[in-house]
């Protein structure tokens, strides 16, 4: 990937990776007279970043995120583990050139780029993939110790490649708005937010799909509070709709407490 390539370009990058791993863990014994079966889930998660003026005008920043996890369960009858089932999996990595001139907004050129591991039940690896790439204009609202926020708009192509079916590749044509914040809550506590929205405008699916037609926003929600120097907290909260896949609005929750420690 082309962050992976950049960290290792000596001279001038502001890099930092950190790494976290959680497991969650519940036993209940063969006397347990209710539903709840014991289980373990773990996951393990990599962020990165790297970031640079290429020219007095020119920033790049890259952000890649890696994030794998699985849950077990004990069979309530005979009390054997079943074989284990992927509770998180994500790819995520994004690229901004932005021309910076002390402009009111800065021309920026972005590339994304979205998958997973594994695409079960075929264990195809790295499948689907969505690419997209975009122009706009960015404005950074708010930078100052411990806190930032940034929004983009701009105009974006969008591919999405399943190599479980190569008979047409999906392309897009619409508008983007990103908008990312981090704030310090206080001295153990930082949420963050994320959001992306895409707007089709234009397709080559077939007249009788209308799906594209919705946008699609993806809405994450972080907070993390740092127990120790080691030990984080997580709460986590994403609001997904893609018509694509079903017309609702797709809610994902989870809360956890592991280590985390950087690497860069």
Same mark, same amino acid.
């Given at each position: 990937?082309l962050?992976?390539?950049? *960290?290792?370009v000596?001279?001038?990058?502001?890099?930092?990776?950190?790494?976290?791993?959680?497991?969650?863990?519940?036993?209940? @014994?063969?006397?347990?007279?209710?539903?709840?079966?014991?289980?373990?889930?773990?996951?393990?998660?990599?962020?990165?970043?790297?970031?640079?003026?290429?020219?007095?005008?020119?920033?790049?920043? @890259?952000?890649?995120?890696?994030?794998? +996890?699985?849950?077990?369960?004990?069979?309530?009858?005979?009390?054997?583990?079943?074989?284990?089932?992927?509770?998180?999996?994500?790819?995520?990595e994004?690229s901004?050139?932005?021309?910076?001139?002390?402009?009111?907004v800065?021309?920026?050129? %972005?590339?994304?780029?979205?998958?997973?591991?594994?695409?079960?039940?075929?264990?195809?690896?790295? @499948?689907?993939?969505?690419?997209?790439?975009?122009?706009?204009f960015?404005?950074?609202?708010?930078?100052?110790?411990g @806190?930032?926020f940034?929004?983009r708009?701009?105009?974006?192509?969008?591919?999405?490649?399943?190599?479980?079916d190569?008979?047409s590749?999906?392309?897009? +044509?619409?508008?983007?708005?990103?908008?990312?914040?981090?704030?310090?809550?206080?001295?153990?506590?930082? =949420?963050?937010?994320?959001?992306?929205?895409?707007?089709?405008?234009? %397709?080559?699916?077939?007249?009788?799909?209308?799906?594209?037609?919705?946008?699609?926003?993806?809405?994450?929600?972080?907070?993390? *509070? %740092?127990?120790?120097?080691?030990?984080?907290?997580?709460?986590?909260?994403l609001? =997904?709709?893609?018509?694509?896949?079903v017309?609702?609005?797709?809610?994902?929750?989870?809360?956890?407490v592991g280590?985390s420690?950087?690497?860069?």
């Amino acid at each position: 990937m082309l962050f992976a390539l950049l *960290v290792t370009v000596a001279g001038g990058w502001k890099t930092s990776i950190t790494s976290s791993f959680n497991i969650t863990e519940a036993f209940y @014994n063969d006397k347990w007279q209710k539903e709840d079966v014991s289980n373990i889930t773990w996951n393990v998660q990599l962020n990165g970043a790297a970031s640079r003026d290429l020219t007095s005008s020119l920033f790049l920043k @890259n952000r890649l995120l890696l994030l794998y +996890g699985q849950t077990f369960l004990q069979d309530a009858t005979t009390g054997n583990w079943k074989k284990p089932v992927k509770s998180q999996d994500k790819i995520e990595e994004e690229s901004v050139l932005s021309l910076r001139k002390g402009w009111p907004v800065d021309p920026y050129f %972005s590339f994304y780029f979205l998958s997973q591991f594994f695409d079960e039940p075929d264990t195809m690896y790295v @499948n689907p993939m969505t690419f997209q790439e975009s122009f706009g204009f960015e404005r950074e609202i708010l930078k100052n110790k411990g @806190n930032n926020f940034t929004t983009r708009f701009g105009l974006a192509l969008k591919q999405v490649v399943n190599r479980k079916d190569t008979t047409s590749v999906p392309k897009e +044509g619409g508008m983007e708005w990103i908008t990312h914040g981090k704030f310090k809550v206080s001295e153990t506590s930082v =949420y963050e937010i994320n959001l992306r929205v895409f707007k089709a405008l234009m %397709s080559n699916q077939p007249d009788s799909v209308t799906t594209w037609k919705a946008p699609d926003i993806s809405f994450e929600n972080i907070l993390t *509070v %740092s127990v120790s120097k080691y030990v984080n907290m997580n709460a986590y909260l994403l609001l =997904y709709y893609d018509k694509d896949q079903v017309d609702a609005i797709q809610l994902k929750q989870t809360m956890s407490v592991g280590i985390s420690f950087n690497l860069l």
